[in-house]
């Protein structure tokens, strides 16, 4: 079993709705949590980085971390044809960042 | 403020021969880890080095080496390569390690024939 398993997709919704990602974990001792989108050719570019449980929000994009449950979400409200990318969750305990395989998702215009 | 940049961008090889990527941080940063994408496996932590001393280190064979230098800059070294070392080979840099956010160059594509 992979330390970081992630909602496989792919998920394509129209644009305006709202993109709810998930990624589950094994490892108690994951306490740093991120969530990167990467568009096709580019490197992941970092879009959340939280560390306790609770809800972060910043602009269309909100993290969710219950560390109680090991599960992690992000969602993207009012979704747009440029939010078209792979989602990756990350985490670690130390500077090792373990990875879930990532989500793609397509916003149709 | 430039971000993390990786030459070359695009790179072909045959087996047996080694190869040296380059990776420049962000200005101010002193960590640098190193990272593989592939279809099959994803993104799997390489090694990360901090104040030309390596820190971290994944589960990848001793074919796989880098080093810092004294300005932060990085090089990632295979040598030998094998047709499964046909990769994405991301850098990231963060300011000190020490679970600060990391930031991604765009990679170089490694092609092994």
């Known amino acids: 079993q992979k330390e970081v398993e992630q909602d496989p997709g792919p998920l394509s919704v129209p644009e305006g709705a709202i993109v709810s990602l998930n990624c589950t974990y094994s490892?108690?001792?994951?306490?740093?949590f991120m969530w990167y989108r990467q568009y096709s050719r580019k490197g992941p570019e970092l879009l959340m980085y939280?560390?306790?449980?609770g809800n972060k929000e910043d602009g269309r994009f909100t993290a969710q971390v219950d560390k109680s449950s090991k599960y992690i979400s992000l969602f993207i409200r009012d979704s747009q044809p440029s939010d078209s990318a792979t989602y990756l969750c990350?985490?670690?305990?130390?500077?090792?960042?373990?990875f879930g395989a990532g989500t793609t998702v397509t916003v149709r215009a | 403020k430039a971000g993390v940049t990786q030459t070359p961008r695009y790179l072909i090889k045959t087996r047996g021969q080694q190869v040296t990527l380059s990776c420049s941080p962000i200005?101010?940063?002193?960590?640098v880890s190193w990272y593989q994408q592939t279809p099959g496996q994803g993104l799997q932590f390489l090694f990360e080095?901090?104040?030309?001393?390596?820190?971290n280190k994944g589960n990848f064979p001793g074919r796989f080496s880098g080093r810092q230098f004294s300005n932060s800059r990085s090089e990632m070294n295979v040598s030998t390569l094998e047709l499964g070392d046909s990769a994405l080979y991301l850098c990231?840099?963060?300011?000190?390690?020490?679970?600060?956010?990391?930031?991604f160059g765009d990679g170089t594509r490694l092609s092994i024939l």
């Open positions: 990231a840099s963060s300011f000190d390690g020490n679970n600060q956010p990391q930031h």
């Open positions: 490892n108690s001792a994951f306490q740093y």
């Open positions: 939280t560390y306790s449980s």
């Open positions: 990350a985490m670690n305990p130390d500077d090792k960042l373990s």
């Open positions: 200005s101010g940063h002193r960590s």
């Open positions: 080095y901090f104040s030309e001393t390596q820190r």
